[in-house]
């Protein structure tokens, strides 16, 4: 489980982006991957998944 905090996210059109706070690497999230409701600069959990384009923030709930 990853920990980081929510850079963007785009509700109309249902994704974002996660900025893990240990790597500093951002990760694309998709709202399928949600668990709970997010907004920008909340502070997240997440696991990575293999997507099309790289890695991806699966299972994100706000810590």
């Known amino acids: 489980?990853?920990?980081g905090k929510v850079k963007?996210?785009?509700d109309e059109k249902g994704f974002g982006f996660i900025k893990d706070e240990?790597?500093?690497q951002e990760?694309?999230?998709h709202v399928t991957g949600l668990i709970d409701e997010i907004r920008e600069?909340?502070?997240?959990?997440?696991?990575?998944q293999e997507g099309r384009k790289g890695l991806n923030a699966v299972n994100v709930k706000r810590a």
Do not use: G, H, I, P
């Open 1 to 3: 489980m990853n920990k």
């Open 8 to 10: 963007f996210f785009n």
């Open 22 to 24: 240990s790597t500093d």
């Open 27 to 29: 990760y694309f999230v």
């Open 41 to 48: 600069n909340d502070d997240v959990t997440f696991d990575l």
